[in-house]
T-cell receptor, first 112, second 113 residues
Framework: EAQVTQNPRYLITVTGKKLTVTCSQN?????MSWYRQDPGLGLRQIYY???????DKGDVPEGYKVSRKEKRNFPLILESPSPNQTSLYFC???????????FGPGTRLTVL | GENVEQHPSTLSVQEGDSAVIKCTYS??????FPWYKQELGKRPQLIID?????GEKKDQRIAVTLNKTAKHFSLHITETQPEDSAVYFC????????????FGSGTQLTVLP
């Protein structure tokens, strides 16, 4: 089954404690991205990746890191989380940026 | 970068009526305009998209129109049903480039029985 998976689905953590949210897709897609969703602000892109080892900043990259060592995986790293990073995070993949984005189930992150 | 504005933020319609959601974009080079539907507690899913070489596209009860001159595009839902209640997002990007996909802020559509 074609899918995008994210883990964990829910996470409560404390300020400053490094965390990683994993994202994996099995569709051999080249384009992957991370979004955060906040009420009234829609989906804002954090980082995106055109292919392995190629990543670029989206609209709200501050406080986040990503890596794309393998085509299928695109982890999101928060080295020192802060409360303003409390949000719902979605990973997505697609063949290219202008094709159907397949979203993961989302990760609800709370930073205390 | 690209800026996409979406209106209205909330929309209530009676079941059976039509709903229209409008988006404007800033980058005239944008040429791919998808619409996503997000039901409560679920992930966004593509419902329809349009590319700049066409002005209108239909799929059963939903349609999207594009006006490149005015830089706006709209989603039209006819004969609305309760299951159409969701948040709808428009987006814009430039096909064939490394540019990102920029989303609007979303419209909460409620279809009243």
């Amino acid at each position: 089954e074609a899918q995008v998976t994210q883990n964990p689905r829910y996470l409560i953590t404390v300020t400053g404690k490094k965390l990683t949210v994993t994202c994996s897709q099995n569709m051999n897609h080249e384009y992957m991205s991370w979004y955060r969703q906040d009420p009234g602000l829609g989906l804002r892109q954090i980082y995106y990746s055109m292919n392995v080892e190629v990543t670029d900043k989206g609209d709200v990259p501050e406080g986040y890191k990503v890596s794309r060592k393998e085509k299928r995986n695109f982890p999101l790293i928060l080295e020192s989380p802060s409360p303003n990073q409390t949000s719902l995070y979605f990973c997505a993949s697609s063949r290219t940026v202008a094709d159907t984005q397949y979203f993961g189930p989302g990760t609800r992150l709370t930073v205390l | 970068g690209e800026n996409v504005e979406q209106h209205p933020s909330t929309l209530s319609v009676q079941e059976g009526d039509s709903a229209v959601i409008k988006c404007t974009y800033s980058d005239s080079a944008s040429n791919y305009f998808p619409w996503y539907k997000q039901e409560l507690g679920k992930r966004p899913q593509l419902i329809i998209d349009i590319r700049s070489n066409v002005g209108e596209k239909k799929d059963q009860r939903i349609a999207v129109t594009l006006n490149k001159t005015a830089k706006h595009f709209s989603l039209h839902i006819t004969e609305t049903q309760p299951e159409d209640s969701a948040v709808y997002f428009c987006a814009a990007s430039i096909r064939g480039s490394a540019r990102q996909l920029t989303f609007g802020s979303g419209t909460q559509l409620t279809v009243l029985p």
